[in-house]
T-cell receptor
Framework: AQTVTQSQPEMSVQEAETVTLSCTYD???????LFWYKQPPSRQMILVIR??????QNATENRFSVNFQKAAKSFSLKISDSQLGDAAMYFC????????????FGEGTQLTVNP | KAGVTQTPRYLIKTRGQQVTLSCSPI?????VSWYQQTPGQGLQFLFE???????NKGNFPGRFSGRQFSNSRSEMNVSTLELGDSALYLC?????????????FGPGTRLLVL
């Protein structure tokens, strides 16, 4: 079974600064997808970024980028130029390429952005 | 396009009762997955439906069941409610059921069992 671990329960960053959230996962599969979701106080889960395991290039979405290290099974999220609206719980998630839509989530990292 | 909608948004039940939650996926999406979110257990996968068939099931007791209709709308049912069933129940939809599809989540139904 796959597992996802987020070792930072809480992180804080100053507005306009950069912060990196960590995620490691364990799997015996070679083809899979990794995601970062954001859950603000409204509890609506919002997709931030996704990474295909077969792609060596790290995914980027505006101020959000990932550092995907397949051999190390590491998938960190970098948020640049942090904004107050980035404050939320961030979840790292894994999905197999062959086992349907099931997502396996990490424990989450609560990000605080200080003005 | 309208996003994923879930009804009701809030629900209060007592132990032993049963409850039905509804999820309407994004138009054109045929896969619906359900997740339970609690402070203690985090986000856990309940089940996935695609074209009215259950494709995957998580490790939950038989009190948790679901179904999907021909219009892709899905319901989940919890019978004989227990205090531990208090949670945020999230529904997510995607175009298909392969790992390549991106899932989009609804706002959730918050269930409180007294």
């Amino acid at each position: 079974a796959q597992t996802v671990t987020q070792s930072q329960p809480e992180m804080s960053v100053q507005e306009a600064e950069t912060v990196t959230l960590s995620c490691t996962y364990d799997t015996s599969e070679s083809d899979y997808y990794l995601f970062w979701y954001k859950q603000p106080p409204s509890r609506q889960m919002i997709l931030v970024i996704r990474q295909e395991a077969y792609k060596q290039q790290n995914a980027t979405e505006n101020r959000f980028s990932v550092n995907f290290q397949k051999a190390a099974k590491s998938f960190s999220l970098k948020i640049s130029d942090s904004q107050l609206g980035d404050a939320a719980m961030y979840f790292c998630a894994y999905r197999s390429a062959i086992a349907g839509s099931r997502l396996t989530f990490g424990e989450g990292t609560q990000l605080t952005v200080n003005p | 396009k309208a996003g994923v909608t879930q009804t009701p948004r809030y629900l209060i039940k007592t132990r032993g009762q049963q409850v039905t939650l509804s999820c309407s996926p994004i138009s054109g999406h045929r896969s619906v997955s359900w997740y339970q979110q609690t402070p203690g257990q985090g986000l856990q996968f309940l089940f996935e439906y695609f074209s009215e068939t259950q494709r995957n099931k998580g490790n939950f007791p038989g009190r948790f069941s679901g179904r999907q209709f021909s219009n892709s709308r899905s319901e989940m049912n919890v019978s004989t409610l227990e205090l531990g069933d208090s949670a945020l129940y999230l529904c997510a939809s995607s175009l298909g059921s392969t790992g390549r599809e991106t899932q989009y989540f609804g706002p959730g139904t918050r269930l409180l069992v007294l």
